[in-house]
């Protein structure tokens, strides 16, 4: 059998987090600059069953039967065994690596899961499709925190923008038109931050004060809105208002943090049209939007201001 690798990228939400996880809209993007990848290859010597995990970056090395029933892990192989109705797989080592900072918002345990549930699956002769990966990568999620909207795995399984909807009876997933290429830098703030506390904390707060979280998501929702528009319309500068906006609601939800507030004014100080937090929030990365031209100024001004690092992607023209 021979080995079998696959890669998933990283995402940042453009605009939306948190209120996607009370069924309004939110915009993601992947992120190919960051990546996860697993390698599934045959272990001849071992008794068949015997699936062996490898990843070093974690320092994690164990076999399947022996790690616990709530790993992340475990879960992705369990659940592609299951789904495929393999019950003793034949032996082999799956190795699991990843540029992706782990608790930063950019979607790590996410393409992790995919990587591995892509890569496994064809190992065992049964490639899943895309909206197998998408359905078992979020049973994955809900161990990283107990209430994810799904975008992340949506936007990593399917590697293109979303604009995405959680719903009953059916999540909508739509891609839209973006006439025009449009730069973000993303920009760490060093500082990890699991998105299940984040997650935690926002529902503890809307649990006290529901109307008030409840008028705060429904602003966040138009703002992703706007935007979609604005993107369809192909005035992608347009955005940087309303990602302002969208980080002073994030603030009010409580998810902003002084590494964040420092990073989100150096942007805009040094001439991005617009910056927020991404993801989570507490720590992990911010998005600014930039021209061009603006990507070493506003750079250098976010490692200035202490980011751990940052980075360019852009959001190319899709049809
Ligand atoms: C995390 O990337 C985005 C959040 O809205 C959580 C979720 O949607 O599951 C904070």
């Given at each position: 059998?021979?080995?079998?690798?696959?890669?998933?990228?990283?995402?940042i939400?453009?605009?939306?987090?948190?209120?996607?996880?009370?069924?309004?809209?939110?915009?993601?993007?992947?992120v190919?600059q960051?990546?996860?990848?697993?390698?599934?290859?045959?272990?001849?010597?071992?008794?068949?069953?015997?699936?062996?995990?490898?990843?070093?970056?974690?320092?994690?090395?164990?076999?399947?039967?022996?790690?616990?029933?709530?790993?992340?892990?475990?879960?992705?192989?369990?659940?592609?065994?299951?789904?495929?109705?393999?019950?003793?797989?034949?032996?082999?080592?799956?190795?699991?690596?990843?540029?992706?900072?782990?608790?930063?918002?950019l979607?790590?345990?996410?393409?992790?899961?995919?990587?591995?549930?892509?890569?496994?699956?064809?190992?065992?002769?049964?490639?899943?499709?895309?909206?197998?990966?998408?359905?078992?990568?979020?049973?994955?999620?809900?161990?990283?925190?107990?209430?994810?909207?799904?975008?992340?795995?949506?936007?990593?399984?399917?590697?293109?923008?979303?604009?995405?909807?959680?719903?009953?009876?059916?999540?909508?997933?739509?891609?839209?038109?973006?006439?025009?290429?449009?730069?973000v830098l993303v920009a760490d703030?060093?500082?990890?931050?699991?998105?299940?506390?984040?997650?935690?904390?926002?529902?503890?707060?809307?649990?006290?004060?529901?109307?008030?979280?409840?008028?705060?998501?429904?602003?966040?929702?138009?703002?992703?809105?706007?935007?979609?528009?604005?993107?369809?319309?192909?005035?992608?500068?347009?955005?940087?208002?309303?990602?302002?906006?969208?980080?002073?609601?994030?603030?009010?939800?409580?998810?902003?943090?002084?590494?964040?507030?420092?990073?989100?004014?150096?942007?805009?100080?040094?001439?991005?049209?617009?910056?927020?937090?991404s993801?989570?929030?507490?720590?992990?990365n911010m998005i600014a939007?930039?021209?061009?031209?603006?990507?070493?100024?506003?750079?250098?001004?976010?490692?200035?201001?202490?980011?751990?690092r940052a980075f360019m992607t852009?959001?190319?023209?899709?049809?």
């Amino acid at each position: 059998m021979p080995a079998v690798t696959a890669s998933a990228p990283g995402k940042i939400i453009l605009f939306g987090e948190h209120a996607v996880v009370y069924g309004r809209p939110a915009i993601a993007v992947p992120v190919t600059q960051v990546k996860a990848r697993a390698v599934v290859s045959a272990a001849p010597g071992s008794a068949a069953g015997q699936v062996l995990i490898e990843a070093p970056s974690i320092h994690q090395q164990a076999y399947l039967a022996d790690l616990a029933a709530d790993d992340p892990l475990k879960k992705a192989l369990t659940l592609a065994l299951e789904h495929l109705q393999i019950s003793r797989p034949p032996a082999c080592k799956v190795r699991i690596g990843s540029t992706i900072p782990v608790a930063a918002g950019l979607g790590s345990g996410a393409a992790v899961s995919v990587a591995l549930l892509r890569a496994f699956s064809a190992f065992l002769g049964h490639p899943l499709p895309d909206e197998v990966v998408n359905a078992l990568a979020f049973e994955v999620e809900k161990l990283h925190h107990g209430t994810p909207s799904g975008i992340d795995n949506t936007v990593i399984t399917y590697a293109r923008p979303v604009f995405f909807q959680r719903r009953e009876g059916g999540n909508l997933i739509e891609t839209f038109p973006s006439p025009q290429p449009f730069t973000v830098l993303v920009a760490d703030t060093g500082v990890p931050s699991p998105t299940a506390a984040a997650v935690g904390d926002v529902r503890r707060a809307w649990q006290q004060d529901p109307p008030r979280y409840e008028a705060l998501f429904d602003r966040a929702g138009e703002l992703t809105r706007a935007a979609r528009k604005a993107i369809e319309a192909g005035k992608p500068h347009e955005l940087g208002p309303l990602m302002d906006a969208n980080h002073a609601l994030l603030q009010e939800m409580g998810v902003s943090s002084p590494e964040l507030e420092r990073l989100v004014q150096a942007a805009r100080a040094a001439g991005a049209l617009g910056a927020k937090l991404s993801g989570g929030g507490r720590g992990g990365n911010m998005i600014a939007l930039v021209e061009a031209d603006q990507v070493e100024a506003v750079s250098q001004a976010l490692l200035g201001a202490g980011a751990a690092r940052a980075f360019m992607t852009r959001v190319e023209a899709q049809g």
